[in-house]
C-alpha cells in the first residue's frame, strides 16, 4: 500500500507534495544535480520528471545519470521536448506532473543538504495567493584569484528575480497564465516573462530559505559572443509587457544603447570612408575605437588580467557591440505583431 501524501514515512515528513522538473540537454553536471537531489534530507518529491531537450535524444544518454538517485530512480519518468528549448521542455514537464506544486531546477545546479526539509517548510509557509517560492542561489567563485567576465557573469545569478534555476510553481498558477512562452528559446527571460504574467494575475511569489549551489560551469572563450542571442528575447519581452517590462523585473538595462552607438559609429566610418569624406570617417572611427576600449578596459579591469583573458576581453569586445545590436534589432522586427500578454491571453 502506498503511504498517504505528506504523511511520515522512513525520510519523508508532513509537508506539501511536490514534483521536481528537471530540463536537460544532457550535460555532465546532471548526474551532481540529481545526486544531490537524492541525498537531500527530508519529504522527497512525489514523481521526478527530466525532460531531455536535445533534438535527437540517445536512448540511454541518461543511464549513467540517472544510475545516481538511489531509491527515487522509481519515482523518475524522463521525457522528451524535442529541442525546443527550456521553456518547452518545462511545459512538457508540466503537462506530466499531478503534485500540487512543481519544483523547477536546471540541470547545473546542486541542491543543498537539506533542501527538501526546506522547500517542504517554504511550501507550507506560502499564503494561498502565493503562486511561487524563489531558492536561494549560491554561486561559488574562486578565492586565488580575481574571476573571469565569465565567472562574473554568472554570479548575477545569485541576485536574479524569479530565476527558475531553482523555483518551485503552484501548478495551478501556472495554469492559468498558460505555463511558460515557448517563444523564449534560451534559458534567459522564460523566467521573468512568466513571473510577470503571474503577478499581472493577482498572484504573488515570495523567497524561501532553501539554498541551492550553482557553480560556474565552463565555457569557451566565445560564451559571451553567443550569449547576445537573449537581446532578441529582451525585444519579445518590449512587445509583451511594454516599455516598463525592466523596472517591473528587476533587470537591468545592461550596455545595449552603448552597443547600438558604437556600432552606428562603426557603420559610419565605413561608409563615410566609402563616400571618400576621410575627416568625418575619422572622427567616426575614434568614435567607435574610444567606445570599444572603454568596453574591453571595463571588462579587464576587475578581472584576472591573465594574457588569456585579456586577449577574450579584447576580440570579443570588437565583436559585441554589432552582434548585441543584430539581435535586438532582429528580436524587434521578428516580433514585430506580439500582441501583448494581456490581449493574448485574457
Known amino acids: 500500500m502506498r503511504p ?32 544531490a537531489l537524492a541525498a537531500a534530507n527530508g519529504p522527497q518529491p512525489e514523481e521526478i520528471v527530466l525532460v531531455d531537450d536535445r533534438p535527437d535524444p540517445e536512448p540511454d544518454g541518461l543511464l549513467h545519470a540517472l544510475s545516481v538517485l538511489g531509491d527515487l530512480r ?102 492559468r497564465v498558460g505555463g511558460f512562452d515557448e517563444r523564449f528559446r534560451r534559458a534567459f527571460r522564460e523566467d521573468a516573462d512568466l513571473a510577470l504574467r503571474v503577478l499581472d494575475a493577482g498572484w504573488r511569489i515570495g523567497q524561501g530559505r532553501r539554498t541551492t549551489r550553482h557553480p560556474v560551469r565552463r565555457a569557451d572563450r566565445w560564451v559571451s559572443l553567443r550569449a547576445q542571442r537573449g537581446n532578441a528575447d529582451d525585444a519579445l519581452m518590449l ?18 544603447l552603448s552597443h547600438l552607438a558604437v556600432t552606428g559609429a562603426g557603420a559610419a566610418a565605413v561608409a563615410l570612408a566609402a563616400a571618400g569624406r576621410r575627416r568625418a570617417a575619422a572622427v567616426a572611427a575614434l568614435g567607435w575605437a574610444a567606445g570599444t576600449a572603454e568596453f574591453a578596459w571595463s571588462r579587464i579591469a576587475p578581472g584576472p588580467r591573465t594574457g588569456q583573458e585579456v586577449a577574450t576581453m579584447v576580440a570579443t569586445s570588437v565583436l559585441i557591440p554589432p552582434a548585441a545590436a543584430w539581435h535586438r534589432l532582429s528580436g524587434l522586427w521578428r516580433h514585430r505583431s506580439a500582441p501583448a500578454w494581456q490581449a493574448a491571453g485574457r
Open 4 to 35: 498517504a501524501r505528506g504523511l511520515t514515512v522512513g525520510r519523508r515528513t508532513a509537508g506539501p507534495p511536490y514534483a521536481v522538473v528537471i530540463p536537460t540537454l544532457a550535460r555532465d553536471t546532471l548526474a551532481d544535480c540529481l545526486a
Open 74 to 175: 522509481e519515482r523518475t519518468a524522463v521525457l522528451s521536448s524535442g529541442g525546443r528549448g527550456p521553456a518547452a521542455a518545462r511545459n512538457t514537464g508540466l503537462r506530466a506532473v499531478t503534485a500540487p506544486w512543481v519544483a523547477f531546477l536546471d540541470d547545473d545546479v546542486q541542491v543543498g543538504p537539506h533542501w527538501c526539509d526546506q522547500l517542504v517548510q517554504d511550501l507550507a509557509e506560502a499564503s494561498p495567493d502565493t503562486a511561487a517560492v524563489q531558492g536561494v542561489i549560491a554561486v561559488p567563485l574562486p578565492g586565488e584569484r580575481r574571476p573571469t567576465d565569465w565567472e562574473r557573469g554568472a554570479a548575477l545569478l545569485a541576485q536574479a528575480r524569479w530565476i527558475t534555476a531553482d523555483m518551485a510553481y503552484r501548478a495551478e498558477a501556472l495554469q
Open 239 to 256: 512587445r509583451l509587457h511594454g516599455p516598463d517590462w525592466r523596472r517591473r523585473a528587476v533587470a537591468p538595462r545592461g550596455r545595449i
